[in-house]
C-alpha cells in the first residue's frame, strides 16, 4: 500500500502552475528526495502533502484516506505529519527538552511518559546530556538536530523535510546525512526530502524524484537516474557529463552502435532506431588513452585528485581542432596541455531517450 498518493496535483498561484498535474506515489516507509532547480515546484508538492496549501486541481491520499481535493481539505494538524523545514522556529526562551516536549505537551501526554520519549528521541539525534541547554547557547547543527527530535518524538509515520541542511556547512551537512539514514532506519516512517543538492538525494535517498516547471520527469533509484536519465533536461539536473550528437549505425534491444565523430563505440539504451540521438558520457567512463575517439585539448582545470579536462571532438568535414564543435568533459589523473590532441576511451556510454 502506498502511504502518500499525489493525483494529477496541480497547484496554480495565479496564471502559473507550480505544480503541474503531478502522480506520484510513495510507498510506506520509503526514503523519497524531491530534486530540482529553485522554483520547480518542490516546496509546493512539500505544503500540499501536509496540508498548508489547498490543490487547484487533482488530490492527496494517506492510504485510501482522501486528504485533500480542491472541495475539501483535511487541516494539518489532523493528518499526522511531521514536518521539519529550513527554518527550525524554535522556542529561543525554552531549553532543548522543553523544545523537544512540546508536541506532547500540546497533546496532553502524561508527564512521566514525556521525559522517556524525550530522552529517546535525544539519543538518536545524538543530543544526550543537552536537556537543559538554552537554545541560543548551541550551534547551527545542534539547532537543527533539536528541531529533527521534536519532529521525530511525534512518532509521525510521515515525515516531511524541506532543504533541512541548507544552513549548515559541509562537515555538518555530511554528518546529519548520516542522522538521517539512522533515523530513516530506525522509525521505519515515510519520508519526503527535499533539496538542491544531488549528492545529498543520491546518498540518502532510496528514490529519486527529478522535478523541472512543475513536473515531475523522472522518480527512479539514484543508480538508475544517474545511469538512465529519462531525458536531457534530467541528465543536465543530475551529475556531470557530457551530452554528444551521435549517429545509430546498429541497434539491439538495450543497446546499440552508435558512430560519435567518426569514431564507433556501443551505447546502453531504452531501444532507439537508426539516425541521429544525443548520447551521456559521463567523465568516469572516459580516459584518455593511447587508442579511442580522436580529440583536442580545450582546457583543464586541476580539481583536487584530477584534472577535469574539456576536450572538443572533430566537426565532421573537418580535421580534429577546436572550432564551434561537440565537448567532451573528462577527469584525468595526468595533466594535460591545452592544445594537445589525445585519444579516448569510451567504458560506458546512454543514448538519452527521446532526445
Ligand atoms: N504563495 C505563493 N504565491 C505565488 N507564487 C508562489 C507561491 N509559492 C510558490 N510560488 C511560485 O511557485 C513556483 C514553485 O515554488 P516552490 O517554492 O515550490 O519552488 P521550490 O522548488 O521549492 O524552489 P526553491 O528550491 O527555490 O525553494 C515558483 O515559481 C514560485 O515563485
Ligand atoms: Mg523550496
Redesign the pocket.
Known sequence: MSEIKVERLTKR??E?A?LDAVSLDFAAGSFTALL??????????LRLIAGFEAPSQGRVLFGDELMADPQRQVPPEARGVGVVFQSYALWPHMDVAENVAYPLKARHVKRGEIAGRVGAVLDIVGLNGFESRRIEELSGGQRQRVALARCLVADAKIILFD?PLANLDMHLRSSMVDAFRDIHRRTGATIVY?T?DQAEALALADRVAI?SR?KVLQAAAPQEVYRAPANATVAGIVGRGSIVGGTVIDHAEETATVDIAGHRLVARSAGTSAGPVKILLRPEALRISPEGMPATVLDSVYRGPVHEVRLALPMPGRGPGPGPGQELLIDSTEAVAVGQSVNVAVSDAWIIPGA
Open positions: 498561484f495565479n502559473t507550480a530540482g532547480p529553485s522554483g520547480c515546484g518542490k516546496t509546493t508538492m532543504e527535499v538542491h522535478m512543475g
